[in-house]
């Protein structure tokens, strides 16, 4: 899951900011059909915000919507953003893989003997002069 912050900035066409504004936050994912997903007003800078969440790989489309006043015509921007799936790790960098090599190392190794001092399990010696 990715949480993006997404910012819209309001301003008129000499670019002074245009504060206690309403703007309308939309997303797309197929850059046509847009879902509202909230509102946020303009602060003294002129700069709206909304916090959103992706939780599938994908592209996404955004929205930012002025919808107008009795001073202002409505205006939209639009933005694009690509969330991808993380590339997997290789095996030797899996946090239980040195942990499995470490076992199998115990078991061929350290503790393959057997009955005794190296002789077959379950086997007697018996020493003839």
Known sequence: MVSLKLIA???????????????????????VNYTLIGIAITDSNGQASLIDEVTEPGRYYYKARFPGDELYEASEATATYEYAVPAAKPIWQQPWFWLLLFILFILLFAGGGGGGAGGTPGATTRRVA
């Open 9 to 31: 900035t309001l301003t008129d066409t000499s670019g002074n900011p245009l504060p206690s504004r309403t703007i309308e936050f939309y997303r797309s994912t197929d850059g």
